[in-house]
């Protein structure tokens, strides 16, 4: 694992949880509706383009389910952290 317990900690208090192999953080996004989510959506593939570090999601109504990892390294990166933190931030 490429980040340090101490950068996941608060995403792990937030509802992300890290899988098996530690090498992705995921958290399910509840919604008040599918448009309060394609917004969301919406916001956080803007902060993605801007790190160029895109997200595997998937959205059924109001429900968004997100997996982050660094594909090129097969692990969690500092780019993952960055990510989850903005997609907290913009859910709240």
């Avoid at 208090?13 to 995921?26: C, H, P």
């Avoid at 090129?72 to 931030?89: E, F, G, P, V």
């Amino acid at each position: 694992m490429s980040v340090s317990e101490n950068e996941l900690a608060p995403l792990l208090a937030s509802g992300w949880q890290l899988s098996s192999d530690k090498t992705a953080i995921f958290k399910r996004f509840q919604f008040k509706n599918f448009i309060e989510a394609f917004g969301w959506m919406t916001q956080a593939a803007l902060v993605a383009e801007k790190l160029n570090h895109h997200p595997d999601w998937s959205n059924v109504y109001r429900t968004v389910d997100v997996t982050l990892t660094t594909h090129d390294k097969q692990d969690l990166s500092a780019l993952d952290i960055q990510m989850a933190t903005r997609m907290d931030q913009l859910a709240s």
